[in-house]
């Protein structure tokens, strides 16, 4: 083990082995994160072993909190989160650190590191709206931007994404009713890929509908599809909050709810309780969540919080793709669902010229064999 300097981090000492406890005790946190950390006993950065989890789990849990604590003290004192040299740097070496499957369950943290947590994940969300901005500027200088989506560091993923929610929205949608004729995407952003990889390889009869609070997005989001013969015909933009949405999501066969709407539990159960009360009845509901260790870069989804919907699938990924995917099914009207005692946390105006046809401006603003079936999930109506 590599030597640390700096303050020693308290530990709860009841909870430790001597020998697990003399090696975390040699493990420090950056110096602005001590007094933050350095809490009573009760509520120290010790992690408590759920009686599932062995000793050697526990030490492994610590030094990855730990370490994701200082890239987070680092990433905090950034001037800006716009692309550059050190933002690439630190996210790249969070990413690293929380790709590697892990058992560390989040909700079992300490409320100091899940305060910590909270924060990061909202960092990881303005840096990666910066990142799509400044990608989606630099494809609109290109004729065709559809033609040179690669150049996003991350299209491979976001293909590989997309052709494992595709297949399972075939199995579980397509295989009843045919392919979907319209298709909403919540939270779409300046870089729409999920829409536009689907449109373009899976879905390529269905109109997308993107929705997105920011206009400034929307305009750059547009400007990506508007040369496009076909997309520009199959591809909305409302700039809308969703929450202000409703008769129209009765419209779409399936609604897909992008990672970073709804920030903390509270945000993203209020949200989908909006889209429960509109949408279609046995409508397609698609999540986006976070597992293990990955819990650290985005939202986690609990499916027993999706009140309202039938979970289908639960799919955790075990490769470069750091996105869990869920698929519920909104009850029929006729359903009633009652459920009890469930407390758990839960995986962007102005009119641009453009020559897409539905631009909606309002004023101001070999995947699944790599994937991890954890819970194939059926609640009996």
């Not at 199959?234 to 709407?261: C, G, N, P």
């Not at 509901?285 to 009140?307: C, E, K, T, W």
């Amino acid at each position: 083990m590599v030597k640390m300097k700096g303050p020693q981090v308290p530990i709860n000492r009841a909870h430790l082995p001597s020998t697990l406890l003399h090696k975390l005790t040699r493990l420090a946190l950056p110096s602005d994160l001590q007094n933050f950390l350095s809490l009573p006993s009760r509520e120290s950065f010790a992690l408590k072993a759920p009686h599932s989890v062995d000793m050697g789990s526990l030490q492994e849990h610590t030094i990855l909190v730990q370490k994701v604590c200082q890239i987070y003290d680092k990433i905090s004192k950034l001037e800006t989160l716009k692309p550059s040299k050190n933002v690439d740097t630190l996210f790249t070496q969070l990413v690293l650190t929380c790709i590697p499957p892990s058992s560390i369950i989040i909700s079992d943290l300490p409320n100091n590191i899940q305060e910590i947590r909270a924060k990061l994940v909202r960092l990881c969300g303005e840096a990666e709206g910066h990142l799509e901005a400044h990608f989606s500027t630099l494809l609109a200088t290109f004729p065709n931007p559809l033609d040179h989506l690669d150049v996003f560091p991350y299209y491979s993923n976001y293909l590989k994404l997309s052709h494992v929610e595709y297949d399972i929205l075939n199995e579980q949608y397509s295989a009843r009713t045919g392919p979907p004729k319209r298709v909403a995407f919540v939270g779409s952003g300046p870089l729409p890929l999920t829409s536009i990889v689907l449109a373009n390889y899976h879905l390529k009869e269905t109109t997308f509908h993107n929705y997105d609070i920011n206009p400034m997005a929307n305009d750059m989001a547009c400007r990506l599809v508007s040369t496009d013969p076909d997309l520009s015909q199959r591809m909305a933009f409302h700039t809308s909050d969703i929450l202000d949405v409703t008769d129209e999501l009765k419209e779409y066969d399936v609604v897909f709810m992008a990672a970073l709407v709804g920030m903390d539990v509270d945000e993203k159960v209020k949200v989908v309780q909006h889209l429960e009360k509109y949408m279609a009845p046995e409508s397609i509901l698609m999540l986006r969540s976070a597992h293990g260790a990955r819990a650290f870069l985005y939202p986690v989804v609990d499916p027993q919080d999706l009140q309202g919907f039938e979970v289908l699938s639960v799919f955790h990924p075990v490769d470069d793709v750091i996105n869990s995917v869920v698929i519920a099914r909104k009850y029929p009207i006729t359903a009633k669902i009652d459920h009890h005692d469930h407390h758990h946390e839960l995986e962007i105006g102005s009119v641009m010229p453009s020559s897409c046809k539905y631009c909606d401006f309002k004023m101001f603003n070999n995947p699944l064999n790599q994937m991890n079936m954890i819970e194939e999930l059926a609640i009996d109506e």
